[in-house]
């Protein structure tokens, strides 16, 4: 039986996730609650409040346009009863002026100490309305309003209230506690079913995030194990599928990378048996026959230290592209013309030409003035140089060229061998890589010249690239920004 794992991790997104949505659901469930219950009193009072201001603009509108006191009196009725309110008008020392019906009855003395405590506090207030919540003996509560309709001065210029209208508006509350109760059950259902859903949604969604990146992170560890053909699959995110992808071509990188490892290896083993072979066995027959025969013991030795060089230029090549790469080397900047750099290193090559009847050719542009290491520069060309020797086409041309390209010089290598395939065309700068198609001529080298060229051109922060097509030869390039040269004045 599979073993069940208990274990739970508390910083996983899965969890993270489900906390987050049911954190969610809780502060919005509580939310509602708070509005719904507890300010429910403080709520309708207020918005009662308003409608009884709205009701009392109308009033004085009304009261505005009428020529007669009872002019009005149809419309604060109509008024009362659409807003459930009971509306009086009196004077300002408290004879009353309009009673009108309320539900069928005359309301002569039922508000009567409401209406004379706002009396108090409109005299008192600066305001032009107030209005006070009261509680009777039976727990009911009424909203109280009152404003003036009309007000009147006296030569003191104090309110004269004989001559002030004064409206009132008494406005029951209702009790809320019905209400609240048929709420606060209502709300105790929403609740649970508001939790069980973020709760399940909560779940799923996690579970549909996390499980892919769960096997994500299982295929890393394969992949981390050497298995670097894994396949990693996303879900249904875009974000997750991308990191699949990325990771899915990170791995084809890694085992590619992992060949090139292994053939890395191999071919060092190889460029150092051979001529470690050849030493000791030409050491072997200078012992053992060519001792006492000065003629062989010469051409024996030559051999020697002929792979003994070769030793050194594979040792050399490895330790100057090891300080490179750790930036360890300074160059040694000067300035120099680029033009007659490629002439002077072509011409080295003109031995090669006479003997293996190879072909090279050169378009120049003239003087070209460029800054930096001339003797690293030089050594770009010439290892671009080897490499076009060796993989050139059946009709051994190697071209060479130089053009001015907006402020900058390019130098280009051209071969018309087998190319370059595109899928190794990035590869082709690594140390050791070597390409698919076959070369015409078998040269001895360390395997680091292209690597070289790279790290040369990058300490330079010169550009550099490849163009290659199958069957049609490539053309390897650098360019180096072009000195500006100051115009020399005339000789009168």
Not at 9 to 15: C, G, P, V
Not at 72 to 97: A, C, F, M, P
Not at 367 to 373: E, I, P, Q, S
Not at 425 to 444: A, D, F, G, M
Request: aromatic letters at 10%; hydrophobic letters at 35%.
């Amino acid at each position: 039986m599979k073993k069940i794992d208990f274990d739970f991790d508390f910083k996983s997104i899965r969890f993270k996730l489900w906390m987050y949505f049911i954190l969610f659901a809780v502060i919005l469930v509580g939310l509602i609650w708070l509005l719904q219950v507890y300010f429910l009193d403080a709520y309708y009072e207020d918005m009662k409040l308003k409608e009884t201001s709205a009701a009392a603009f109308r009033v004085m509108r009304a009261f505005e346009n009428a020529t007669d006191i009872d002019d009005i009196k149809s419309e604060i009725n109509d008024i009362g009863t659409s807003s459930d309110t009971y509306i009086r008008v009196e004077t300002g020392d408290g004879r009353i002026l309009l009673t009108p019906m309320y539900n069928g009855l005359m309301q002569l003395t039922l508000y009567n100490t409401q209406a004379s405590q706002l009396r108090n506090l409109l005299n008192e207030s600066e305001l032009p309305s107030v209005s006070r919540v009261s509680e009777n003996s039976n727990r009911s509560k009424t909203l109280s309003y009152a404003t003036y309709l009309y007000k009147a001065f006296d030569r003191t210029g104090q309110v004269d209230p004989s001559n002030s209208i004064v409206l009132y508006m008494f406005s029951p509350l209702y009790p809320v506690k019905s209400t609240v109760s048929i709420l606060r059950t209502q709300l105790i259902y929403i609740t649970a079913i508001s939790l069980i859903l973020a709760f399940s949604l909560a779940l799923y969604l996690s579970g549909r995030i996390s499980h892919p990146i769960r096997s994500i992170t299982d295929s890393a560890a394969e992949m981390g194990r050497g298995n670097y053909g894994v396949q990693f699959r996303g879900g249904q995110f875009s974000e997750i599928n991308d990191l699949a992808d990325t990771l899915t071509n990170a791995s084809r990188e890694l085992e590619k990378t992992d060949m090139y490892q292994k053939d890395l290896i191999a071919n060092v083993s190889h460029d150092l048996r051979t001529p470690l072979t050849m030493i000791k066995s030409y050491a072997e027959m200078i012992r053992d026959l060519s001792g006492d025969n000065p003629e062989k013991r010469e051409k024996h030795l030559s051999v020697i230290i002929e792979e003994t060089d070769r030793l050194n230029n594979l040792v050399t090549d490895m330790l100057n592209m090891s300080r490179m790469q750790q930036r360890k080397i300074v160059l040694e900047r000067t300035d120099f013309d680029l033009d007659e750099t490629v002439r002077t290193t072509l011409s080295s090559y003109e031995i090669l030409a006479e003997q293996e009847g190879y072909l090279f050719s050169y378009s120049g542009v003239g003087k070209v003035m460029v800054n930096g290491d001339e003797a690293k520069i030089k050594q770009v060309i010439t290892n671009l140089i080897n490499n076009a020797v060796k993989y050139c086409g059946e009709d051994k041309v190697i071209q060479v060229s130089l053009r001015r390209i907006r402020g900058k010089v390019r130098c280009e290598v051209t071969d018309h061998g087998q190319g370059i395939a595109p899928d190794e065309i990035n590869h082709v700068w690594e140390r050791y890589y070597k390409s698919s198609t076959h070369h015409v001529r078998q040269t001895e080298g360390s395997g680091l010249g292209l690597s070289i060229v790279r790290e040369i051109l990058s300490l330079h922060k010169a550009g550099y690239g490849v163009e290659s097509e199958l069957n049609e030869g490539s053309t390897f390039w650098f360019e180096m920004d072009v000195l500006k040269t100051k115009p020399q004045k005339k000789q009168n």
